[in-house]
């Protein structure tokens, strides 16, 4: 069985974070988003994986390569330009045995992979959609069952009228490959608007089991800073690359100054430095080469690598892309800061 992951998306909700660094490469923590999939797809036995890309595919692939180092063969199915959710799995077909699994490449879930195979080979099923129970549908693709957990009906960002259950699609299928006759091949096409509305139309066995577990889709800047604050605080379990460390995680290759105060959690990522005086946390997340100065606070953010913070400067609540300078006293609250962002000294993103 092989999987594929759908990658291709251009991450527009995340910008600027994602204008030079793709969604399925930014960093979760401590590792680039795919490698939590890439667990989650090696844990459940898939041995190779293709990886569906179109935007900035040369990314993806400089962190992933063939994927050895990460227990799983990889390979990329590029669209010159992007086939949609369904197209894109069209076009990695020739890649496929019979069986498969699709992840949306921007979904978290501690799911068991292996009981979702197991049933749907048990009940002859022609597609299986995983599905997770929200509070608002409409931002999702709403899928509602009968009372033995087979898939009735699909709408896709349903208008308010149409929400009649709280189950969504949680971008988690397992597919007999031979499905994927229903779709055009070379053409742009929806899995979720135009294929499963197909299969349900002719009849095809299509299951709908709840994951109750975690699930997030990372893909506005809420989520992202919210997938932070769930795996630091272990809801999301993670083994971090790094040491415990009252509370949070220390890379052994960081630096924290003896006077430097961490409130839990938090996490520091290697060759990160920071000083005595400075105050990092909850939820402060260093992925790596961040360097904080004297008493400068951070909490509730996520910083990339080579960020650097003034001395006494604040940030709170706020995603800060690549080499981004926060200069002296600055104050940065709620913000989204686009790789190489300089603010210079007293800078306030909030009200004064
Ligand atoms: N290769 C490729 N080509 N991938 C694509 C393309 C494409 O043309 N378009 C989107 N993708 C990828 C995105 O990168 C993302 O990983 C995934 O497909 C889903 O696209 P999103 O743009 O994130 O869709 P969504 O979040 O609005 O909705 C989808 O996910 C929900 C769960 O998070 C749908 O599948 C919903 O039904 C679902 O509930
Ligand atoms: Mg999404």
Redesign the pocket.
């Given at each position: 069985m092989k999987a594929v992951?759908?990658?291709?998306?251009?991450?527009t909700r995340l910008r600027p974070l994602t204008l030079s660094t793709p969604?399925?490469v930014a960093p979760v923590v401590d590792r680039p988003f795919l490698r939590h999939q890439l667990d989650l797809l090696a844990g459940a036995g898939v041995a190779e994986v293709i990886i569906?890309?179109?935007?900035h595919p040369e990314r993806v692939e400089a962190v992933f390569g063939d994927g050895r180092a990460f227990g799983v063969r990889i390979r990329y199915?590029v669209?010159e330009t992007?086939?949609?959710?369904g197209?894109?799995v069209k076009?990695a077909s020739a890649l496929l045995d019979e069986r498969t699994i699709v992840?949306?490449?921007?979904?978290l879930a501690d799911l068991d992979l292996r009981a979702v195979v197991a049933r749907h080979e048990a009940q002859g099923a022609a597609a299986t959609i995983v599905l997770t129970p929200v509070s608002n549908?409409s931002?999702?693709?709403l899928?509602e069952t009968d009372l033995e957990g087979r898939v009735l009906r699909?709408v896709?960002?349903p208008r308010p009228e149409q929400i009649r259950s709280n189950t969504?699609?949680?971008?988690i299928y397992i597919l007999e490959t031979r499905v994927l006759e229903l779709m055009p091949p070379g053409e742009?096409h929806s899995?979720?608007r135009q294929f499963f509305p197909a299969l349900l139309a002719r009849g095809d066995r299509v299951l709908g089991p709840t994951h109750e577990g975690y699930w997030i889709?990372i893909?506005t800047p809420q989520k992202y800073l919210q997938v932070h604050r769930d795996i630091l605080a272990g809801r999301f379990a993670v083994t971090l690359d790094g040491a415990p460390r009252g509370g949070g995680w220390v890379h052994p290759e960081a630096r924290v100054a003896p006077g430097a105060v961490l409130e839990a959690p938090f996490y520091v990522g290697p060759g990160s430095e920071v000083e005595a005086g400075a105050h990092l946390g909850p939820d402060a997340v260093l992925v790596a080469d961040v360097r904080v100065a004297a008493g400068a606070r951070i909490r509730d953010s996520v910083l990339w690598r080579g960020d650097t913070v003034g001395p006494e400067a604040e940030i709170g609540g706020s995603l800060l892309g690549p080499d981004v300078r926060v200069g002296r006293k600055a104050r940065v609250e709620g913000a989204l800061l686009g790789e190489g962002t300089v603010l210079s000294d007293f800078s306030r993103t909030c009200r004064p």
């Open positions: 992951i759908l990658a291709g998306g251009e991450g969604k399925p569906s890309v179109a935007y199915a669209e992007p086939l949609g959710t197209g894109a076009n992840l949306n490449g921007d979904i549908p931002a999702y693709g899928v699909f896709e960002k969504i699609n949680a971008g742009k899995i979720e889709d893909g």
